[in-house]
DNA sequence: CCTCTATATATAGGATGCCTATACGTAGGA
DNA sequence: TCCTACGTATAGGCATCCTATATATAGAGG
């Protein structure tokens, strides 16, 4: 049974894909995200930086500040190994989704 | 560019989708979604009889009341040509989520 | 007869997640 | 000087889904 929060939650899951990669601060997320869909899925820094500060309360993710050469502050997030462990069973629920909505209508997905 | 709308409204494409099968009234459609995905996907009547209001506004389906032969009366729903036209751009929106969280993550789509 | 379950529609109220708008601030090019 | 790119942050709004509740008929079992 896919629960409600997944039918929503597709920048949950594109963040913590994107940071399984490696460590990215929250600008470059979002221009990540929307290279690697080609522009298909972009998601607002405004959208982005409340559902970091979730993730880092549920310590999915951890941030740390730093400075870049030319003395910028940023926050740089990394996925912990809780955050590792629960992209898993997110991706299967998500799979789901994508077989149910199959089933139902006739969604290509080439 | 996939809208905002699309990361959710999957019970709209789920009630257009059974509605393409034939007519039928809320509480058959709620049964239906569950059975043909296999119990994966559900959704109460409390919000599918909202969307169907909201359907119905646009004029993608069409609802008549009638009366089953013991005397039930209920709101047959149908698929207008407006929805019907309707209907394929969402599948393709679909589609390029689909797409999209596919070379984003390493969600199967078995 | 009474109660329970299935059928059937309807609305109120709440939670969530994404949006726009706005704010603050640095760096670099025109 | 102004504009764009970089970078984080919050307030306020809206849509969609949820739970809870109301109403009402049909049929089965006790």
């Known amino acids: 049974m896919i629960g409600p929060?997944?039918?929503?939650?597709?920048?949950?899951?594109?963040?913590?894909?994107?940071?399984?990669?490696?460590?990215l601060h929250g600008y470059e997320m979002a221009?990540?995200?929307e290279r690697q869909t080609q522009g298909s899925l972009r998601f607002t820094l405004a959208s982005l930086?409340?559902?970091?500060?979730?993730?880092?309360k549920r310590g999915w993710v951890r941030g740390a500040w730093e400075t870049s050469r030319t003395g910028r502050r940023r926050r740089c997030y990394r996925l912990t190994s809780e955050g590792k462990k629960r992209l898993s069973p997110i991706r299967?629920?998500?799979?789901?989704?994508f077989r149910a909505l199959k089933r139902l209508t006739k969604v290509s997905h080439a």
Chains 1, 2 share one sequence.
């Open 49 to 56: 930086y409340p559902l970091l500060y979730r993730l880092e």
């Open 31 to 33: 221009r990540s995200i």
């Open 5 to 23: 929060g997944i039918k929503r939650g597709t920048a949950e899951l594109a963040v913590l894909s994107v940071l399984e990669d490696g460590p």
């Open 92 to 97: 299967k629920e998500w799979a789901e989704l």
